[in-house]
């Protein structure tokens, strides 16, 4: 087990680097900051010299690897470290120096435990990008396929294990000052990431979801994911279907090769929207640099690492959210927020929903160049405070990917109306999920299902009281005390009827002995 000495020192590493690069000025002067945690920004920051506008994705950057992705996570939380943090954790870019081809290939032949000329023709020495987590080769296999080939960084999953236990560490003490921070629940939100980075240390975990991904998208037309290559994949090395495509950041490159900006732009959105909505499970972590476009327009996922799932009942919430937000139903959408309990119940429904109609109203009718989404988030963390809402760590994810996707639709193509886009879709998925016709289905499916369990529930009830016939039940026998259980039993008794005495004996003992003490110390 880690010291606390230990903990403290590495926090106070961090905050040093974090002060360097004035981040720390925020926590600092937040009036919700506890005051131990200001305190310790105090001791962070002394004798530093800060520059005049905080740098937070640099500093995240120069701490490592698993701060990089701690400070991914803590971009969706802007109720956790303010509004600006979060925007400037936006742009944190999950990259640092690649390491050298010689490590690369030791690893992936510990991994195989043979060379890795016996599974690749031939490996490009020069990585195609270096991440926090791992780095990616060009590859031709020896069937001669171009693939690219994810390996993890040598050390990485023990560094992260020293980070996020110091993480863990740092939260259950700040979540213990109570008041702002127990509210805001951090140690849930480190839990999450911890959760989110072991399955991307994992890469057959990747190549599972991205399998599953594909499975899930495989009707939706202008949109797929590439194929696993499942002889060439483990635990440290992923092998995949090699992608020529222009980079969705690259929107010059997009124009000049013909491709229709808003077309794109709008099924993005509903691809995203299918994957959560429809599905469940949707990609979590659809930043510019991991969509493509391929000659014919289509779009194209990569980097499986972080996937989100929801449950048909909070899919069902968030439908209904998001579609009462688009026609204006705030009583609706209110409602909702007290059945899903995201909303303590002594709280007004009817207040509620006058405070999601002051946040939503704004937001109405308006492409997304127009709307200020300081002032949607300032107002949408205000009704988070005052009506006493929790976080909900499985939203965290969705909340995290529809900033992103709006971020690049609107990249694409700035006169797009998100909300115009997303409301046939939800308005067509509630009337075939949550209609009269389907919730007749859904009721027919389930008391099926309960029917025929019925059997095996029978089954399971004669295991344990199993049906009389055959033989008749023989009569109860007496109960004979054998002779070493007598014996047994008498010598325990003996034991016990001394024991008074002992403890007599002891405590008188432990009297005498605390009066010469308090004798000698008078």
């Not at 229709?260 to 099924?267: H, T």
């Not at 989100?308 to 409602?335: C, F, K, M, P």
Request: proline share 6%; hydrophobic share 45%.
């Amino acid at each position: 087990m880690t010291q606390p000495a230990t903990h403290i020192y590495r926090l106070l590493k961090w905050g040093r680097i974090l002060a360097r690069h004035g981040a720390l000025r925020i926590v600092e002067d937040h009036p919700q900051t506890p005051g131990p945690v200001r305190r310790l920004c105090r001791v962070a920051r002394f004798g530093t010299v800060q520059p005049k506008r905080p740098q937070y994705a640099e500093a995240f950057q120069d701490i490592g690897p698993a701060a990089i992705k701690l400070g991914q996570t803590l971009a969706t939380r802007p109720d956790l470290v303010g509004e600006e943090a979060a925007r400037g954790l936006l742009s944190l870019q999950d990259s640092l120096p690649p390491v050298a081809f010689e490590k690369i290939a030791a690893s992936i032949e510990v991994s195989f435990e043979r060379p890795w000329t016996d599974i690749y023709e031939s490996i490009e020495e020069a990585p195609v990008g270096a991440a926090s987590i791992a780095q990616v080769h060009r590859a031709v296999t020896t069937d001669g396929r171009i693939v690219a080939v994810k390996v993890l960084r040598p050390g990485i999953r023990e560094q992260f294990t020293r980070d996020i236990d110091t993480y863990e560490w740092a939260a259950a003490h700040l979540e213990a000052l109570g008041g702002e921070a127990h509210r805001l629940r951090p140690r849930l939100t480190i839990a999450n990431f911890k959760r989110w980075t072991n399955r991307e240390l994992d890469l057959r975990r990747e190549a599972a979801s991205a399998s599953e991904l594909a499975e899930a998208m495989h009707a939706v037309p202008g949109f797929c994911v590439p194929s696993i290559d499942w002889d060439r994949t483990n635990g440290r090395v992923l092998t995949i279907e090699w992608i020529d495509g222009i980079k969705m950041s690259d929107r010059e490159a997009l124009l000049a090769a013909g491709h229709d900006m808003q077309d794109l732009a709008q099924r993005l959105v509903l691809a995203f929207l299918r994957q959560a909505i429809s599905a469940g499970f949707f990609h979590a972590d659809m930043h510019q640099g991991n969509l493509f476009v391929k000659a014919d327009g289509t779009i194209v996922a990569i980097d499986f690492g972080i996937m989100g799932r929801i449950d048909r009942q909070a899919r069902a919430w968030l439908a209904e959210i998001l579609y009462g937000l688009t026609t204006g139903n705030y009583r609706r959408v209110a409602e909702i927020h007290f059945e899903a309990q995201y909303v303590p119940s002594h709280h007004s429904v009817d207040e509620f929903a006058t405070a999601l109609r002051a946040v939503g109203e704004p937001m109405r009718g308006k492409p997304v160049s127009e709307l200020s989404v300081g002032q949607m988030l300032d107002g949408l963390f205000a009704i988070t405070r005052d009506f006493d809402m929790k976080t909900q760590p499985h939203l965290l994810l969705l909340q995290k990917t529809m900033v992103m996707v709006e971020g690049i639709a609107t990249q694409l193509y700035p006169g797009i109306n998100l909300w115009d886009v997303a409301a046939p879709f939800v308005r067509e998925w509630i009337r075939d999920e949550l209609g009269p016709e389907a919730a007749i289905a859904e009721r027919i499916r389930t008391d099926t299902q309960t029917l025929l369990r019925i059997p095996a529930l029978i089954r399971r009830l004669e295991e344990v009281y199993p049906p009389r016939g055959g033989a008749p039940e023989p009569p109860p026998l007496a109960d004979v005390e054998l002779i070493w259980e007598r014996r047994a039993r008498r010598k325990a008794q003996s034991r016990g009827s001394a024991m008074p005495y002992m403890v007599s004996a002891a405590l008188g003992g432990a009297a005498v002995y605390g009066a010469i003490l308090l004798g000698w110390l008078g």
